[in-house]
């Protein structure tokens, strides 16, 4: 998980356009990489 400040956020989206999609929205492959790439 990516967590940063509103404005860090709003500074890398005005530089990189696509990654403004990505800000809110969550990860489908999430609950499956986990199981594969957790440490136990």
Known sequence: MV???DVVWNSYIRSHKIA???R???FPYYDQL???YAKD
Do not use: E, H, M, R
Request: proline share 0%; net charge positive; glycine share 8%.
């Open 3 to 5: 967590v940063a400040k």
């Open 20 to 22: 403004g999609q990505f």
């Open 24 to 26: 809110l929205c969550s």
């Open 34 to 36: 986990t199981s594969i």
